[in-house]
Each structure stands twice: as structure tokens, then as C-alpha cells.
């Protein structure tokens, strides 16, 4: 029988030194069934630490679920890893009726593009096709490709290039196409 692999502790400074470098007021992370809260003024109160706008919860990378999306659509909610980033994009009206929404499947640093300075995966109006890669959400070097879980029509994009996105946080708005 084979021991679970398990976050070093060097791991986890890495992972609370890119927490303190980020945006973020606040980050739950779990790990080996152990839950650390943390706050960059203070401890966090538990109520805030549940919340998606507030913190963070950070589970062992799983793939990311496709959820419709109830009727008016939710802003993206991203902080960019340094000042110079570029800010999340203008949230437009859409008409999000029937959408699915391609959610990050790990915490950690999107990238829209395969290297800086190629064009991107794909842009809002872009036609894409089942399991598409569509970004890059990149933990501790390890690249996770972001793929359309169905054939579809990209009607958004959440987060910016190099933003810094949660466990499970809205990327990509996609109307499924009917065949």
C-alpha cells in the first residue's frame, strides 16, 4: 500500500508567499485534511473566510465542473498578481440564458495564451469545439490546461491575462451550440 502524496512544507511557503504577493484579503486553504485560514489584516472571521468574493478555498486540483448559470450573469471577482497586470475585462451585458460557465480547476495565475506574445486560445465570438483548450491555469509551474467541456460560442471572458483566479472561479462564459 502506497502513502498519499503530501504538500511539502516548502510547497506551502510558496503557496503563502504567492498569497501575501497577491490582491487578496484573504485565503482557506486545504490540505492533507488540515484547514489553514489566513488574512493580510488579521485573522479572518469564519464567515468571511466561507465567502467566494473574500477568500479563496484551495482543494487539490480537480477538473473544472461546467455549471449553468442562473438567469443575470455574476462579475468576475480577480485580482492581478502586480500592479502592472492588466485588469479584468469590462463586464458588458450579455444575454447569459442557456450559457455554461468554464470555471478554474486550481488557484493560481491564468494566461489566455500558450507563451507571451502568441495570439490567444481563443477571444469573445470565437467558435470552439468539445475539450478546446481555452487558457492556461498555471500552480507552482505546473501548466493546467482550461478546455470547453462542450462545442460552443466563447460569449465572455472573466479574468484578464496573468490574474491571479480561485479554485472553482468563473473564466469563460460558453453558449452551447446545438449540434
Same mark, same amino acid.
Given at each position: ?19 501575501? %504577493? ?17 488574512? =493580510? ?40 498578481? =502586480? ?8 463586464? %458588458? ?7 455554461? %460557465? ?35 491555469? %498555471?500552480?507552482? =509551474? ?38
Amino acid at each position: 500500500m502506497s502513502t498519499p502524496e503530501r504538500v511539502t512544507h516548502r510547497e506551502l511557503r510558496e503557496l503563502l508567499r504567492s498569497f501575501h %504577493e497577491s490582491g487578496w484579503n484573504a485565503m482557506t486553504l486545504d490540505v492533507d485534511g488540515i484547514r489553514v485560514t489566513v488574512g =493580510k489584516d488579521g485573522p479572518p472571521s469564519a464567515v468571511a473566510a466561507g465567502r467566494d468574493a473574500s477568500g479563496s478555498s484551495a482543494t487539490a486540483p480537480e477538473a473544472a465542473p461546467a455549471r449553468t448559470l442562473p438567469p443575470a450573469p455574476q462579475g468576475p471577482a480577480t485580482a492581478p498578481t =502586480k500592479s502592472t497586470a492588466p485588469t479584468t475585462p469590462a463586464a %458588458e451585458p450579455v444575454d447569459a440564458a442557456g450559457c455554461v %460557465e468554464i470555471r478554474s480547476p486550481a488557484v493560481g495565475s491564468f494566461w489566455v495564451a500558450p507563451s507571451p506574445g502568441e495570439p490567444p486560445f481563443v477571444q469573445v465570438g470565437d467558435t470552439v469545439d468539445n475539450a478546446q483548450q481555452l487558457g492556461i491555469v %498555471e500552480v507552482m =509551474k505546473l501548466m493546467n490546461p482550461v478546455v470547453a467541456p462542450q462545442p460552443g460560442e466563447i460569449v465572455r471572458v472573466f479574468v484578464a491575462d496573468a490574474a491571479l483566479v480561485e479554485y472553482d472561479q468563473p473564466l469563460f462564459l460558453l453558449r452551447p451550440t446545438d449540434g
